[in-house]
């Protein structure tokens, strides 16, 4: 009755933008549930949304069926309570089993559509846990890759792939932070998805 938990296909846009007027998360929401039953926090042609993914990122997001709810989720959220792991294929070998980046995050001044790490005072604090799964050899045109399990401490735009391309490890098809090029025909795109969102229920108490 108050929330619902989507799993996004990749190349799905989450709401309405120049270029993606319809075939949106919001259009499918609105014609799945009517907009009157939808939150509108992030404006109205934003119904039901409470966070979002990257278009070519799949995986699980959070979805409000009203206002009161879609604000708890959203600040559940940015206090950090909400608990986001991510899979993602990154090229190259990790040595350390574990790691922290703690560096944050600003707009590129050459490309606009890029996220960069920054030292400059507007730079937003981010920061990005990862645990090895598995690692993979090198190829003959490859330096090999690495399975990794991020998990989230803040929610910028681009976060994962601009961190893990900051310590030389970008995602595997990412057009935008690396070449984008795949030896792998069935892996094309970006390689992340967004595989779990722990959360207390806020009318049952269950996590």
């Known amino acids: 009755d108050d929330l619902l938990v989507i799993n996004k296909q990749p ?17 499918a929401l609105i014609h799945h549930y009517g907009r009157e039953n939808l939150a509108h926090i992030q404006g109205d042609d934003r119904p039901g949304t409470v966070h979002r993914l990257d278009g070519d990122t799949s995986g ?9 709810v879609g ?3 959203q600040d559940e959220i940015r206090r950090r ?5 991510y899979l993602c294929l990154v090229h190259g070998n990790i040595a350390s089993d574990t790691g922290l980046i703690d560096a944050p995050i600003f707009r590129s001044d050459k490309n606009r559509t890029r ?22 050899e090198s190829g003959l045109k490859d330096n090999g890759f690495t399975l ?13 792939r601009v961190h893990m ?13 690396s070449s ?20 207390v229920h806020l009318k049952s108490g269950e996590y």
């Open 71 to 73: 604000y708890i989720l």
């Open 180 to 199: 984008g090029r795949s030896p792998f025909k069935h892996l094309q795109g970006q390689t992340l998805h967004a595989k779990t969102i722990g959360f």
């Open 115 to 136: 996220m960069q790490v920054s030292d400059k005072p507007q730079a937003r604090s981010s920061v990005t846990t990862f645990n090895v799964l598995e690692r993979f």
């Open 60 to 68: 699980l997001m959070l979805c409000a069926k009203n206002d009161e």
């Open 148 to 160: 990794v399990e991020c998990k989230l401490y803040s929610g910028r735009t681009h976060q994962i």
């Open 81 to 85: 309570n909400v608990d986001r792991k």
């Open 11 to 27: 190349g799905l846009i989450c709401h309405p933008s120049p270029g993606h007027p319809g075939g949106t998360l919001s259009n």
């Open 165 to 177: 391309a900051s310590i030389g490890h970008p995602l595997l098809g990412d057009t935008l932070y």
